[in-house]
């Protein structure tokens, strides 16, 4: 009961202050910018200048039979106002270097959408220029790839590229593959591989794939930064030297602190992924995870706050910590960066156990065991900060 007691009236004290509800806050926002910001499905701004170096029939026949295709469409045409500009581009092949010398101008250009043959979704925006030149600085100005097909007197084309510099050499070789032979045969060489799904591949919208990261960083992370700024609210205003002198357990003053954190944790978390996930995550799996691991950070955070006596001595140990864990969320958005020392992190299998979690079919000894880690590490680290806090309590 003294426990309970003591809970009831943290979240009284806590329900005053500004760090009750700036993650409730925070929540709202978050939810807000998912809902009206986030698409679902990406929309594509791939956009590339391209020249048709052949006479005007063959360029008609070429853009027309795409847009038979239901692959390609004419949209409205797209002003392009061009300032004064002098610039220089090398020839990768002959490292010959070409210098350009333009005048204000407008340029008014047919302007046309390229779809995805399979999902219909849009792939690409495509201007096209009258002359080579306009490619070339459109290229140069907008930061956008610059092409030229050219049309020889038998009908073979070819294609000369103006990058960036910043391309990957993935991408620069994708062009020489993808030019190899026609599209048509590339294709059809594709479609012939024979592909064995080991199972049924999960998903998520461009919308859901954010939910794991704005879960872990409401719950996990905020509860790490909140429950040291109210410990040392308390050591302000002199809580602390009177729970010192009170008969309570130290264990019990840092245990409904860390329930404090959960309440408010559970409830922000809710407001991002039921909006946006609906009845698809196991609940009884999100709220497990979610609870053990705010236990668990919160323990380290009390455990990093009892070595410093205010929140201004404690913000280097507080903003090294924050940034650390927040790395594995790039390996997250862009599985291609997944070194094997970034998955020693904490949030690493914390951010992997929320995704699993809202899949349809989630992988419940995985969530189970990451769960089980961090509470283990959790107790650990919160009997460590009991220890510490018993000493310096008085302080």
Same mark, same amino acid.
């Given at each position: 009961?003294?426990? /309970? ?5 943290e ?7 500004? @760090?009750?509800?700036?993650e ?9 910018? =998912?809902?009206?910001?986030v ?14 170096d ?7 026949y /070429? ?7 239901? *692959? ?6 797209t ?11 090398m ?5 010959e270097i070409?210098n ?8 008014? /250009?047919?302007?046309y ?6 999902t219909?979704k ?7 220029t009258?002359?080579?030149?306009? *490619? ?16 020889n ?8 590229y ?17 030019h190899?032979e ?6 059809g060489?594709y479609?012939s ?7 049924? %591949?999960? *998903? ?14 409401m ?10 700024? @109210?410990?040392?609210?308390d050591?302000?205003?002199?809580v602390?030297?009177?729970f010192a ?6 264990w ?7 329930l404090v ?6 409830v922000?978390?809710s407001i ?11 609940y009884?799996?999100?709220?497990l =995870?979610?609870?053990i ?24 140990? =507080?903003?090294?910590?924050?940034? %650390? ?13 997944d070194?094997?020392? =970034?998955?020693f992190f ?7 156990? #929320? ?19 961090f #509470? ?7 009997? /460590? ?5 018993k000493? *310096?309590?008085?302080?």
């Amino acid at each position: 009961m003294k426990f /309970l007691s003591s809970y009831a009236k943290e979240m009284k004290i806590a329900a005053r202050g500004f @760090y009750f509800y700036i993650e409730i806050f925070f929540a709202v926002i978050i939810l807000i910018i =998912l809902l009206v910001a986030v698409k679902e499905e990406s929309v594509s701004k791939t956009n590339e200048f391209i020249y048709y170096d052949m006479s005007p029939a063959a360029k008609e026949y /070429l853009i027309n039979k795409d847009i038979e295709k239901g *692959t390609t469409k004419k949209i409205e045409s797209t002003e392009f106002k061009l300032k004064p500009v002098t610039f220089s581009v090398m020839n990768v092949e002959t490292k010959e270097i070409m210098n350009y010398d333009y005048d204000q101008t407008i340029l008014n /250009l047919d302007t046309y959408e390229e779809y995805e043959r399979d999902t219909g979704k849009l792939a690409m925006t495509f201007y096209a220029t009258q002359n080579e030149e306009d *490619t070339i600085r459109l290229s140069f100005a907008e930061r956008k790839i610059g092409a030229a097909i050219v049309m020889n007197d038998i009908g073979e084309m070819s294609y000369r590229y103006y990058n960036q510099g910043y391309e990957t050499g993935k991408l620069i070789n994708l062009l020489y593959v993808f030019h190899n032979e026609s599209p048509e045969a590339l294709r059809g060489a594709y479609d012939s591989q024979n592909v064995t799904k080991l199972n049924q %591949v999960q *998903t998520l919208n461009d919308r859901e794939i954010v939910v794991p990261i704005m879960v872990a960083f409401m719950g996990s992370l905020m509860g790490f930064f909140i429950v040291m700024a @109210y410990i040392y609210l308390d050591k302000a205003e002199g809580v602390i030297r009177a729970f010192a002198v009170s008969p309570s357990p130290v264990w019990q003053y840092l245990l409904s602190k860390i329930l404090v954190i959960l309440s408010t944790a559970i409830v922000s978390s809710s407001i991002i992924t039921i909006p946006v996930m609906g009845l698809q995550p196991n609940y009884l799996l999100f709220y497990l =995870l979610l609870i053990i691991s705010t236990f668990a950070f919160a323990a380290l955070g009390l455990f990093v706050a009892s070595f410093f006596d205010s929140i201004s001595q404690a913000f280097g140990a =507080l903003y090294i910590i924050m940034i %650390v864990m927040i790395i594995p969320s790039f390996s997250y958005l862009i599985p291609s960066f997944d070194p094997i020392w =970034l998955r020693f992190f904490p949030t690493y299998p914390l951010l992997q156990g #929320f995704k699993e979690i809202i899949m349809t079919k989630p992988d419940v000894p995985y969530v189970l065991t990451c769960s089980l880690a961090f #509470f283990i590490g959790g107790a650990l680290i919160f009997m /460590l900060a009991n220890h510490r806090f018993k000493k *310096t309590l008085t302080m």
